[in-house]
């Protein structure tokens, strides 16, 4: 299996061909791939003639990564040029320029490097202040002695270097690397570093001031601790660190220390250009300024991420971040950069960061956790599209399409809308929908910063039904009563109304009735447990009720059922020594039996709802359960709808909750499928 071609690199060339390449049975191999001019031509050729050796471009072993970025009709890799996978490079091929590359054998410039992405970076309205960033992960250099420790890196280079003329010949002149950190502060004063790389996203600000923001996602692995961090780092504070000391040792005995001597002219790092100096090419650099740049390609200052913190962060779950993807949305208090974050198991968070207080501090909040790959397949490619507005997500077994807002799943209320605090959403007066911000529509109601209902979705209009169904327990048995709210910040309670007239009181937990993440477990139902359940969401001070339950109790007279020990939920099988009811109980009996064969949740309710009809068949009582359809029913009370309607009703609630699950925990719920 390693004898196939593995496709390592594709780049947009032109308006008609792509430019590809392949592992090619480690052999590596380059093409240009036409596709033509629209998706209708349905084109999709590579002309054998113009195959070309991918040396340089892409790997020989399918197991190693290559980043590579296409600037005009120049390829800029980071990839092992050898069949062993140890020599290491950053290549500039494909143009008209002679091929250009780092050092050889020094580990001052590469050590054992694994590159995760590579960006075009204009500086200036001049192109020979263009740069080329490369991001790796590498065996630190200055670290050694420590043991072998990994750090993350930025690397940068100009697109004009053309190399030296005496000495680094069809070399770089221009690279400089430093560290990137992104760690989280301890309590002792000690920081826990997220070192291990795994992807950056730049982020274009402002095409006006050039300004750049950096995106990476990195992680731990340690046998004690493992976790993932999304980092955010300013372009101007890269900048800095490019233009700080540089990294020196004097010899082998010798610690690493920023250099205090004179730095050469103009300084390594520098494009050769007329914005800044007074040099065309690195060709004509004075010799000591291409003997320093040879010795000091690392900075001694790291790059520190905004605000010193990670914006995101995951420990001791049994994932790790292996994407990510940024979309600025406005929102009606702002704009907020949406963070899609692909996971090592199929599945991608959906994340942004809102002010608390201030801008300074700053709240993360999951809008959405996505099971975008069922077979939990490594996600080893993101882009986002804007103009389809839709996330294309990438593994090794598939390629899916996500939309990057599901509006529609928060549900209808106002109050549910605003409590997601999804930018992309807004409150229409009838729906939850898209906000953009230039329509003129007046009535949009969107609070992400607050997320507070009691402002925004005051008056009658915006009140939506309490959804009602009615639940059967029989007694001394166990019953569930579920209830998940549709934002994953809410709070639930519980309440308990015997009868109507009766006020409402705070269910009592103890033994017996335990709350759980998805509603009220009853281990051992009483008669007395009969009533009105209402589960309640609270958040922000707002509280909504989410659902009604009428509890029936469906009563045992097998008195041995009443003695079962009141710590195990009984099961209703004779052969379990429950022993079986009396005779006039055999029907309704049966139907246990077969519900113990079929564990459905919805065919539970429907035989108990059977049962319940059976038992109070001939007196008035079931009319009461069942009124006739289209009969207008009471929003409370214990009648309910008819039942075909009802578990409509319900199953629409539940497909819509099922989209969102919980918050880190390893989560029990079935998140969606990218297909749904
Ligand atoms: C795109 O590049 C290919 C390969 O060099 C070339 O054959 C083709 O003519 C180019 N197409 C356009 C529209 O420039
Ligand atoms: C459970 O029962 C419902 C209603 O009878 C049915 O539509 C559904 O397919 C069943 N589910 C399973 C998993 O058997």
Redesign the pocket.
Known sequence: SDCVNYVKIVHHYNRTHLYACGTGAFHPTCAFVEVGHRMEDHVFRIDPSKVEDGKGKSPYDPRHNAASVLVGDELYAGVATDLMGRDFTIFRSLGKRPSIRTEQHDSRWLNEPKFVGSFWVPESENPDDDKIFFFFRETAVEAQGLGKSTYSRIGQLCRNDMGGQRSLVNKWTTFLKTRLICSVPGADGSDTYFDELRNVFLWLQTRMTRSYNVFSVARIQSSVFKGSAVCLYSMNDIRRAFLGPFAHKEGPNYQWVPFQGKVPYPRPGMCPSKTFGSFDSTKGFPDDVIQFARHHPLMYNPVYPMSRRPVFVRTNVDYSFTQIAVDRVSAADGQYDVMFIGTDKGTVLKVINVPKESWNNMEELLLEELEVFKDASSIINMQISSKRQQLYVGSDTGLAQVPLHRCSVYGKACAECCLARDPYCAWDGTSCTRYLPNTKRRFRRQDVRNGDPNTLCSGDHHKHRVAERKLYGVEGSSTFLECIPKSLQARVTWTFQKHPQNPREEVRLDDRILQTDRGLLIRRVLKRDIGLYQCHAMEHGFTQTLLGITLEVVPSTSSSVSNLPSDAPVRLDPRSGGGPPMTNQKLWYRDFMQLVDHP?L??VD?ICEQVWARKNAGSDAADKVFPAPGKDVPPLGPAIRPANKKWKHLQEIRKGRNRRTHDGKPNPRAPRSAGE
């Open positions: 459905n919805s065919t429907q």
